[in-house]
């Protein structure tokens, strides 16, 4: 059964850091995994897609890497902003037809 | 381009009351899904929409119906409402399944109260 993991629950950084988000899997047998963003009462907004031959996938200053032997994805923020607080999910394939989402990073950035 | 629309935004039941949430989407994908977030517990599957004409269930089928009306629609029946059912709703859409490698679009979610 896939499972997915987030850790740390939340973080705080400083504006301006470099900050790395994690994301495990149980399962390697993925068609991809993504990564989206959840401002507060609002629906998720996909970030980047990573296909399961792939190892990593670049938009603006996010870097998504994907480690399918080990199970594991990052999500790299460069110069974090204000901005960029919210909270970041990935999401694996799981069987034929369906997601699994972890529960989420919480992200703060401080001005 | 509205993308993928959920009505309504908040809605609050009595146990044993029924009631739909709707979904449309303008970017003539083929699969739609339902899903809810809890705290704790992130999201999950309800019912999924392949194509026009099929659905199927998801993870946590049980008290809920759905209809795909059309290409752009997608309905979520609650027929007797729960307190366990109280959660916020969220409809999404992809080009096509989860092979295809398309991205998951969401809408703002039905915040529902059941008491």
């Known amino acids: 059964k896939q499972e997915v993991t987030q850790i740390p629950a939340a973080l705080s950084v400083p504006e301006g850091e470099n900050l790395v988000l994690n994301c495990s899997f149980t399962d390697s047998a993925i068609y991809n995994l993504q990564w989206f963003r959840q401002d507060p009462g609002k629906g998720l907004t996909s970030l980047l897609l990573?296909?399961?031959?792939?190892r990593e996938q670049t938009s603006g200053r996010l870097n998504a890497s994907l480690d399918k032997s080990s199970g594991r994805s990052t999500l790299y923020i460069a110069a974090s902003q204000p901005g960029d607080s919210a909270t970041y999910l990935c999401?694996?394939?799981?069987?034929?037809?369906?997601?699994?989402f972890g529960t989420g990073t919480r992200l703060k950035v401080l001005a | 381009n509205a993308g993928v629309t959920q009505t309504p935004k908040f809605q609050v039941l009595k146990t044993g009351q029924s009631m739909t949430l709707q979904c449309a989407q303008d970017?003539?994908?083929?699969?739609m899904y339902w899903y809810r977030q809890d705290p704790g517990m992130g999201l999950r599957l309800i019912y999924y929409s392949a194509s026009e004409g099929t659905t199927d269930k998801g993870e946590v089928p049980n008290g809920y119906n759905v209809s795909r009306l059309n290409k752009r629609e997608f309905s979520l029946r609650l027929e007797s409402a729960a307190p366990s059912q109280t959660s916020v709703y969220f409809c999404?859409?992809?080009?096509?399944?989860?092979?295809?490698?398309?991205?998951?679009?969401f809408g703002n979610g039905t915040r529902l109260t059941v008491t």
């Open positions: 970017m003539n994908h083929n699969s």
């Open positions: 990573i296909q399961s031959s792939q």
């Open positions: 999404a859409s992809s080009e096509a399944g989860i092979r295809s490698n398309s991205p998951l679009h």
């Open positions: 999401a694996v394939t799981s069987g034929t037809y369906k997601y699994i």
